[in-house]
């Protein structure tokens, strides 16, 4: 249900969880105005900034996962585009510039709520460097990616495609489901729907 509401938005009342007339679920509902307070998954966008082979990864300065590393990406701000806030999660993270490219990836992760669409990206140039969320701003190659030390499963997955991909020489999207496994720390499932 995501996070516990206790109290309506909209008249500041308290709230329950009950299924309301007409659907399926149950919902926080407000006792007195009778607002139906929807939860939804976040969406998280961002980019594969390349390189001449390589890829710009960022050392998360901020949790979760502080000290590990990640493609540039963030939650989609409300009146922007998935693309634009690829280019300014790339930016502010990395302080670099990309021409965002093609949708790569495109993951739904059900048990924290999120849906993370990456981009394929070319830098425009090599000035770049850390963000206010980021410790330090590096190109990698595929043998020299930290993989034990990668912040998210989706990252490696995405990661893990995009060499396999450039070695083909042949790009196409990826889109699936990333499930945590019951009873485990960091072990996941990853099933692709393939086109």
Not at 93 to 99: C, G, K, P, Q, W
Request: aromatic letters at 10%; a negative charge.
């Amino acid at each position: 249900m995501g996070p516990a509401m206790k109290f309506c938005s909209q008249c500041g009342s308290s709230v329950e969880i009950k299924v309301p007339q007409g659907d399926n679920r149950p919902r926080h509902v407000c006792i007195d105005c009778g607002e139906i307070h929807y939860q939804n998954p976040n969406v998280v966008t961002g980019c594969i900034p390349e390189w001449e082979g390589k890829v710009l990864l960022c050392r998360r300065a901020i949790e979760p996962r502080r000290g590990y590393w990640t493609l540039p990406a963030g939650f989609l701000e409300n009146g922007e585009s998935t693309q634009q806030g690829a280019l300014r999660e790339t930016l502010e993270e990395a302080n670099a510039r990309v021409s965002v490219g093609p949708l790569y990836t495109l993951f739904s992760l059900p048990h924290i709520d999120q849906i993370y669409m990456l981009y394929r990206g070319p830098l425009e140039d090599l000035d770049f460097g850390p963000g206010e969320e980021s410790l330090e701003v590096k190109l990698f190659t595929e043998t020299e990616i930290p993989w034990e030390e990668l912040a998210f499963q989706v990252v490696a997955e995405t990661l893990k495609y995009y060499f396999e991909d450039r070695r083909q020489n042949s790009f196409r999207l990826r889109s699936g489901v990333i499930e945590r496994l019951p009873g485990a720390e960091r072990r996941y499932r990853t099933t692709l729907h393939e086109e």
